[in-house]
């Protein structure tokens, strides 16, 4: 398997433009994750999905940010409008079936190589 | 609400030193802890996997011991080599409710 692929690996973009960042999970793990890395804030959790479905988007910041998981196979994160502040290292991770019903896997989370976003 | 702290900040040693990562998490009530690496400008890998009814992992010159009452986890590199120089950051799973990652400890390995 190639791993968790995640494009584009960089985005230059102009404030008020809309951003969607694309993730394909490892083939057979049914959560995925997306995840903001700064220097300020580290890494911290949007919004994950079990089977397609969010289980939590509390860490998604505001409305601008959505992210939908149309099919197993696929996600997206989209900002619109982008600002500034928004600029960061948006990484996916997805994991394997298991642990709580309704709940994230238990099992290991494997990372993308993340996408470098830059709002100008 | 679920902190993860890590010490310390950054460590630099000699190559071939034994070394200790410590992570604390400040509710015991976690599903899983995992530890991973990241070399600059890269991605996350996974490193270890401890589940909560588990003490510790170990892969290859890794070890990494779970004390949930505590709150704490420590990551045992031996016999420490420049390869290893990078990012140590663990994550705690809160029974799917959300993930929490530390801040992270940096790793210098000199030759």
Request: charged fraction near 15%; aromatic fraction near 10%.
């Amino acid at each position: 398997d190639a791993g968790v692929i995640q494009s584009p690996r960089h985005e230059v973009t102009e404030m008020g433009q809309e951003v969607t960042l694309r993730c394909k999970p490892i083939s057979g793990h049914n959560s995925l994750f997306w995840y903001r890395q700064t220097m300020m804030r580290g890494l911290e959790l949007l919004i994950y999905f079990n089977n397609n479905v969010p289980i939590d988007d509390s860490g998604m910041p505001e409305d601008r940010f959505s992210a939908k998981m149309p099919n197993a196979s696929f996600s997206t994160l989209k900002i619109q409008p982008s600002e500034p502040r928004d600029s960061a290292v948006y990484f996916c991770a997805s994991s394997s079936p298991g642990g709580n019903s309704g709940g994230a896997s238990y099992n290991e989370q494997f990372f993308g190589p993340g996408t470098r976003l830059t709002v100008l | 609400k679920q902190e993860v702290t890590q010490i310390p900040a950054a460590l630099s040693v000699p190559e071939g030193e034994n070394l200790v990562l410590n992570c604390s998490f400040t509710d015991s009530a976690i599903y899983n802890l995992q530890w991973f690496r990241q070399d600059p400008g890269k991605g996350l890998t996974s490193l270890l996997l401890i589940q909560s009814s588990q003490r510790e992992q170990t892969s290859g010159r890794l070890n990494a011991s779970l004390d949930k009452s505590s709150g704490r986890s420590t990551l045992y590199i031996a016999a420490s080599q420049p390869g290893d120089s990078a990012t140590y950051l663990c994550a705690v799973d809160n029974y799917g409710q959300n993930f929490v990652f530390g801040p992270g400890t940096r790793l210098s390995v000199l030759p």
